[in-house]
């Protein structure tokens, strides 16, 4: 299956979060005892992630047979990004390590004005 393409914005100093639902032949695919990661990078070739994402407890979390996918992205995290369009995708594998790119595109971080 071919990843979707979705692109979206992360206001850099506010919680960001994204939530979806996956789906395999029409039914809520289970998520159970998979895992997640996610990479955001400058272009595709950046040796350096700008934040890299899983679901061992760093921002990813999968939902078993509700089929969710969750990325959180605290305030105090997203406040250190430079504004700048960036590069993601988002994986997911299954304990017999298959792996599927079920996500990619663009993300925009806007610039924070107001400081704490």
Request: hydrophobic residues 35%.
């Given at each position: 299956?071919?990843?979707?393409?979705?692109?979206?914005?992360?206001?850099?100093?506010?919680?960001?979060?994204?939530?979806?639902?996956?789906?395999?032949?029409?039914?809520?695919?289970?998520?159970?005892?998979?895992?997640?990661?996610?990479?955001?990078?400058?272009?595709?070739?950046?040796?350096?992630?700008?934040?890299?994402?899983?679901?061992?407890?760093?921002?990813?979390?999968?939902?078993?047979?509700?089929?969710?996918?969750?990325?959180?992205?605290?305030?105090?995290?997203?406040?250190?990004?430079?504004?700048?369009?960036?590069?993601?995708d988002?994986?997911?594998?299954?304990?017999?390590?298959?792996?599927?790119r079920?996500?990619?595109?663009?993300?925009?971080?806007?610039?924070?004005?107001?400081?704490?």
């Amino acid at each position: 299956m071919p990843a979707g393409k979705y692109s979206f914005v992360i206001e850099a100093g506010a919680t960001f979060n994204l939530d979806f639902t996956m789906y395999s032949g029409g039914s809520k695919w289970d998520l159970t005892g998979y895992s997640a990661r996610m990479d955001i990078r400058v272009d595709i070739d950046s040796p350096t992630a700008l934040i890299s994402l899983d679901s061992n407890g760093n921002g990813i979390t999968l939902g078993g047979t509700a089929g969710t996918v969750d990325i959180e992205i605290d305030a105090t995290t997203t406040e250190t990004f430079p504004a700048g369009k960036y590069v993601y995708d988002l994986e997911i594998e299954s304990l017999d390590g298959t792996v599927w790119r079920v996500l990619q595109g663009c993300v925009q971080v806007r610039a924070e004005v107001t400081h704490p």
